[in-house]
């Protein structure tokens, strides 16, 4: 026991002792005691009046000069509230230093709640997105940013990219939208301005466009010529090698210069691809015979048709993407191997594999394979008449198409390439 509870027990002790003493004097020693103790208990409320008063007050009055226990018990009172004023003092001081700090960042931050709605947001972001405080604080943010695809953001579950939209108060803006889930419920939503980016990059897409369009016409006129040359049979024999590797050479820059068109018309084109209904079952079927009329195929081209599901969407697009993945397929796969296309459903989606039992990819190519110009093996691409874009049309076509392509494969045993379609595309026929 601490010393002051013993003194405290003994200083009780020698009250009443003494009360007994003074009974034993004066006559009726009960009553003395009784008395002896009622004025200990007068005390002891007395020291709790004052210190409750101080504690009431405490900020205007001294704490109450008492000693023993009470003494102890107000000097522990007053430690704590130290304590507790210094805590509050770092606290307020980090949040004015995040306040002034994300007032002056460029970005726009806006702190949401779990239902979405706005918490608190930083000048920029009133600035960017044309929010007014106070009036707005409390508001849906899908009823302030009005996108329709930014509903679409908020609604999926994938925040790693970031959305970019035109906001209704500019619309020669682009904004890059990110959520940033935090805590249980709540996110953070950063605003950027990208319209720089935007058009330096859109002002590179009309460059290679228009490059790739200025230079068809003369080529055109360059392979008619050799077209002309190869076919004339008094040409000396001499002449004959070159002008068939200038005629090779030139159907080569032609399938770029067809690819590059292709990629900007799919890079430029805006938003979603249309919605036709597409027959796949019957596309396939015709790009199997096709596949079959080349003239060294590998020998076994199959087609299984697990699903009679169509797709919405555009047909030249998606035939498109499909026609590169065969033709790869019979590229980088030997005479002896076969090549398998698998039009398959997944749940409510659909799905296009090709799958071969060619050369394979070595693992650490298969994240860079839907680059512009990337190939594993740049010799062997070319000498197969590559342009290294099929892939990266396989990919925006299929971006345009809100699916994806996920590519398997293992070196010197073959590939599979499959286009997820998601069931927002799926046509379900009766
Ligand atoms: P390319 O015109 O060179 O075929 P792509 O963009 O279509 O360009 O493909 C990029 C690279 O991916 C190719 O150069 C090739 O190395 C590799 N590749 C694509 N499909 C296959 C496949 N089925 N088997 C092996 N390698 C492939």
Request: some cysteine; glycine content about 8%.
């Amino acid at each position: 026991m601490a010393p002051m509870w013993t003194f405290a027990l003994v200083r009780l002790a020698g009250i009443l002792l003494l009360g007994l003493f003074l009974g034993l004097i004066f006559g009726s020693p009960w009553l003395w005691v009784v008395l002896a103790a009622s004025a200990y208990l007068a005390w002891q409320l007395s020291n709790l009046y004052r210190l409750d008063r101080w504690l009431r007050r405490r900020s205007q009055l001294a704490p109450p000069a008492i000693g023993g226990i009470w003494g102890d018990i107000i000097s522990q009172v007053v430690r704590l509230h130290r304590r507790k004023r210094f805590h509050k003092q770092q606290l307020v001081q980090l949040f004015r230093e995040l306040r002034k700090s994300t007032a002056a960042l460029p970005d726009g931050v806006i702190i949401l709640s779990g239902q979405r709605e706005i918490l608190w947001f930083n000048r920029p972001a009133g600035r960017l997105l044309g929010l007014k405080r106070p009036i707005d604080i409390g508001l849906r943010i899908d009823n302030l940013i009005r996108a329709p695809e930014f509903a679409g953001y908020l609604q999926g579950e994938d925040f790693s990219v970031p959305l970019v939209i035109r906001p209704s108060i500019r619309l020669d803006q682009y904004l890059a939208l990110q959520l940033v889930p935090y805590g249980p419920g709540q996110s953070l939503l950063l605003a950027r301005d990208v319209t720089r980016q935007m058009r330096l990059e859109a002002m590179r897409q009309d460059f290679v466009a228009n490059a790739s369009h200025e230079l068809r016409t003369p080529l055109t006129v360059i392979s008619g010529y050799l077209d002309t040359l190869a076919e004339d049979a008094g040409l000396d024999r001499a002449w004959e090698g070159p002008v068939r590797d200038m005629r090779a050479q030139a159907q080569r820059m032609n399938a770029i210069i067809a690819d590059l068109l292709e990629l900007s018309r799919l890079e430029s084109a805006d938003g979603e691809a249309p919605r036709e209904p597409i027959d796949v079952p019957a596309m396939l079927e015709r790009l199997r015979t096709d596949a079959l009329s080349r003239t060294e195929p590998p020998r076994v081209i199959s087609l299984e048709i697990a699903t009679a599901r169509w797709l919405y969407g555009a047909a030249s697009e998606v035939e498109s993407a499909f026609t590169n993945l065969l033709v790869n397929a019979l590229k980088y796969t030997p005479v002896e191997g076969s090549v398998q296309m698998r039009w398959w459903a997944d749940g409510d989606a659909a799905c296009f594999s090709v799958i071969d039992t060619g050369i394979g990819i070595p693992a650490e190519h298969i994240p860079r394979l839907t680059e512009r110009f990337y190939r594993v093996d740049p010799g062997r691409s070319r000498d197969q008449g590559g342009s290294g874009l099929g892939l990266a049309i396989v990919k925006h076509a299929l971006q345009r198409h809100g699916g994806w392509l996920d590519v398997e494969s293992s070196e010197g045993k073959g590939s599979t390439f499959t286009c997820h379609f998601p069931p927002q595309r799926v046509y379900e026929r009766g």
